[in-house]
């Protein structure tokens, strides 16, 4: 079947972001490897086909890493742009629901997290063998800049040198000591120098050591035993050529074949089967060893005795050897027991140590089982979360979706190495593996339904609206002059209104209902009378419905100034009465209810007073203008 012309169009828009997306992931996550990795890289003389080498493998490592943020930001952007060009309004207002929008994306996505399980199973084994192999050559290959502060250093041969500090910026060392033996410990040469440093030779095969101001001791040749059996020497400069291959040589690759990242899912399983049968077999091995160390521990001890023998092999009773046993003996079977049972102690701490060791080897195994089918599921979860997200908040460019991929990414990457961290150290089950998927699938789920059924979500009017009727946030009128008033406002009514308005706030400001601390019963489980503030407030949205038609900027403004009741918030938190009855019943939760309507009643009253005066302002000024 032919694509039409709608998936064609979803497709293209999509594929130029998720390139481009890609690209931008997959450089981030580079840079990341390269400030891990700078120290071992630069300065060791490596060739541009090393280094190209190196991050090439790394980059194969990296690529389902970036794949899911990559979905996750393009589709954002995707969906985003679509919302806020209104594109994605007329596609529904054609009657294509979000689903059918999502259907071309979802299915590269679907695409995508194949390949990334193909990455994992097949490319990135065969990537990690070679990186590791090349990360082991880099940090064998040139030394130089590997001499440690503070320790000495032996990997020159012939040479051990202390530096006390280093100049990493200008690669200098300071405080040098050296000890030569190269001609053997009998003919050991010292040399003591204020600061030097060390270059690789053009040809690869030496190091050049360039010291400073310091002084060389050694043992002179054909002197007797009568004579100074050591020279002293004083330098401002002293070279000395090493031997050493600075040559790039290229670890075998056996000796990280037992990695569990360099191995595909069979390749895993058998060795998590190997793995599981020799750790079984150690751990019956200890307990049969155990089992006879034990029981024989006491043998060792009273062999001499008579009445040992005549014993049970399986049973022993200790108290009556030791009681018929010479004072001296008893001692001397104490401090044995003593010393077996701390030897016992510490073999088994040993043995348990040994076991977790191995157990955690299966776990890490299991770990890397796991995550290739977690990280090509969170493809798929990243698409759910993106594609909903842009079509619900309708923001397309850089800023917000940049946002939201990276806090979304962050909660994966720390929910993923949590859960496995936890798993790998025995403190959860292998559900831990599987923590990031429970924690972001609900919420892949729960977005998609709302986009799917045009959630007002994430929208800043709609949240605005929740913020104020919940926390009683200041809103103003906003009347503004009409362009075209068909009748004019009957002045002497809005006068008469307006007094029995004033009338009625400065009555209600000193009344019950406004001065008296919310009833508990009342407001949970029975009803707040508010019929005086309702009538009050009916009557001021009937003078503005008649005043607003005024063509007096100056009346306008003044009827801006009568605030806006908020009578819900002294009310029942809730419209179902078993809602708020349940809320009740919770007092904890219920008394930060009630709290929240005594902060309304506060404010009501505060309102009871600005209506009043603004109304006393308004009707001098109506009875001005009629005059």
């Not at 104490?334 to 191995?358: C, P």
């Not at 979860?381 to 806090?407: D, N, T």
């Not at 798993?423 to 972001?440: A, K, Q, Y």
Request: proline share 3%; hydrophobic share 45%.
């Amino acid at each position: 079947m032919r694509p039409k012309r709608l998936d064609i169009f979803i497709l293209k828009s999509f594929l130029l972001l998720f390139v481009a997306a890609f690209a931008i992931c997959l450089f981030v996550l580079l840079m990341n490897v390269l400030w891990r990795y700078a120290e071992d890289i630069v300065g060791k003389g490596l060739s541009f086909g090393v280094i190209a080498k190196f991050f090439w493998q790394f980059g194969l490592t990296l690529v389902p890493q970036a794949l899911p943020l990559a979905v996750l930001m393009a589709s954002l952007i995707t969906f985003g742009n679509f919302g806020e060009r209104l594109e994605l309004l007329a596609m529904k207002t054609a009657g294509i629901p979000l689903l059918r929008v999502m259907r071309p994306v979802m299915i590269f996505s679907f695409i995508m997290a194949g390949v990334s399980f193909y990455f994992q199973n097949i490319t990135v084994p065969r990537a990690s063998k070679k990186l590791l192999a090349t990360i082991y050559s880099i940090n064998e290959k040139s030394p130089e800049l590997e001499i440690p502060e503070g320790v000495f250093y032996n990997q020159l041969s012939g040479f051990n040198m202390y530096v006390r500090h280093k100049d990493f910026s200008k690669g200098t060392l300071y405080d040098v000591i050296i000890y030569d033996h190269r001609n053997g410990y009998e003919n050991l040469t010292v040399i003591v120098a204020d600061s030097g440093y060390l270059e690789t030779t053009a040809d690869k095969q030496h190091l050049y050591l360039h010291l400073f101001s310091g002084e060389q001791f050694g043992q002179e040749e054909d002197v007797d035993s009568r004579g100074k059996p050591y020279s002293r020497e004083g330098f401002r400069e002293k070279h000395i050529l090493l031997e050493f291959d600075s040559g790039l040589k290229q670890a075998p690759e056996g000796l990280i074949g037992s990695q569990a990242m360099t191995k595909n899912m069979n390749d895993i399983k058998h060795t998590i089967d190997s793995l599981s049968l020799n750790q079984d077999s150690i751990g019956l091995g200890n307990r049969d060893e155990y089992r006879v160390t034990a029981l024989s521990t006491y043998r060792m001890q009273a062999s001499d005795s008579a009445a040992y023998d005549k014993l049970p092999f399986l049973y022993i009773n200790a108290d009556s050897v030791y009681a018929v046993s010479s004072r001296s003996r008893q001692v001397d079977i104490k401090s044995a027991m003593r010393t077996k049972a701390q030897t016992q102690v510490a073999d088994l701490s040993i043995k348990s140590s040994n076991m977790f060791y191995g157990d955690r080897s299966i776990r890490k195994h299991w770990i890397e089982w796991m995550r290739k089918i977690i990280n090509s599921l969170s493809v798929l979860i990243f698409f759910f979360i993106g594609a909903p997200l842009g079509a619900i908040i309708r923001k397309g460019g850089l800023g917000v979706p940049v946002l939201i991929s990276v806090f979304t990414y962050i909660l994966f990457y720390i929910t993923n190495v949590s859960g496995e961290k936890m798993f790998r150290e025995g403190e959860w089950s292998i559900v831990g593996c599987w923590f990031s998927v429970m924690v972001l699938a609900p919420f892949s789920i729960f977005f998609t339904v709302k986009a799917n059924g045009d959630s007002t979500l994430f929208q800043f009017d709609v949240i605005l609206e929740f913020i104020r009727y919940w926390f009683g946030t200041k809103v103003s009128r906003n009347i503004t002059r009409k362009d075209v008033v068909i009748d004019d406002p009957d002045r002497a009514k809005c006068i008469r209104t307006l007094e029995e308005i004033e009338s009625r706030a400065s009555a209600l400001e000193q009344s019950a209902v406004l001065n008296t601390v919310p009833g508990y019963g009342k407001l949970f489980f029975g009803s707040v009378d508010t019929s005086d503030l309702k009538e009050l407030d009916g009557e001021i949205e009937a003078l503005v419905a008649e005043l607003g038609n005024s063509r007096d900027r100056v009346e306008l403004d003044m009827l801006n100034q009568i605030p806006l009741l908020q009578i819900h918030g002294v009310q029942s938190p809730f419209n179902d009465k078993w809602v708020n009855r349940i809320i009740g019943i919770v007092f904890p939760v219920g008394l930060l209810f009630e709290l929240r309507a005594w902060l309304f009643q506060r404010k009501l009253k505060r309102q009871m007073v600005k209506t009043s005066q603004a109304a006393v302002n308004l009707i001098d000024y109506l009875k001005q203008q009629t005059k």
